[in-house]
C-alpha cells in the first residue's frame, strides 16, 4: 500500500489529499479510503491464487478476474465500519498513519523483521 498510494511526490496520497478523510466523530486522524485497501487486498488475493497450485501460473489482475473479489472486500469493510466505528477507524487511521510515515522516512522492507518493526500492534487486541 506505502509504495502504490504514498512513494514520492506524484504520489496519490500527496496530489488527492481531499481523498484522505476521518469517519470519526470525535478523532480527525485521517483514513486510508475503503476503496484503496480493496484494492491492495484483492491484488494479494489475486497473487495468491497464482500459487494455488504451488507453482505460479499467471493470472490476469483485472475486473473480470477479481472484480467480485474487490467487491467482496468493500462490503466486509463497510461492515466492519458501520459495526464497529471505533475499531474501523482505529484500523484505517493506522493504516494511514504507517503508510505515510514509511514514505516519509523512505524505510526499505527486504525482510519479515524489518516490516514487522514498522508495525505498531500496540492497539490490537
Given at each position: 500500500m506505502q509504495a502504490l498510494y504514498f512513494s514520492g511526490s506524484g504520489a496519490l496520497s500527496v496530489?488527492?489529499?481531499?481523498r484522505f478523510t476521518t469517519s470519526s466523530p470525535t478523532d480527525a486522524a485521517v483514513e486510508v479510503p475503503i476503496s484503496m485497501?480493496?484494492?491492495?487486498?484483492?491484488a494479494v488475493h489475486n497473487s495468491l491464487m497464482e500459487w494455488q497450485?504451488?507453482?505460479r501460473v499467471?493470472?490476469?489482475?483485472s475486473?473480470?478476474?477479481c472484480?467480485?473479489?474487490y467487491r467482496t472486500h468493500v462490503?466486509?469493510?463497510e461492515q466492519v465500519k458501520s459495526t464497529k466505528p471505533v475499531f474501523f477507524h482505529e484500523l484505517m487511521a493506522g493504516l494511514y498513519r504507517d503508510a505515510h510515515a514509511a514514505a516519509a522516512l523512505e524505510v526499505q522492507v527486504n525482510s519479515e523483521e524489518s516490516a514487522f518493526t514498522l508495525m505498531?500492534?500496540?492497539t490490537f487486541q
Open positions: 496530489r488527492e489529499t481531499d485497501v480493496a484494492l491492495v487486498a484483492t497450485t504451488g507453482k499467471a493470472r490476469e489482475f475486473a473480470l478476474n472484480g467480485d473479489i462490503g466486509i469493510l505498531d500492534l500496540s
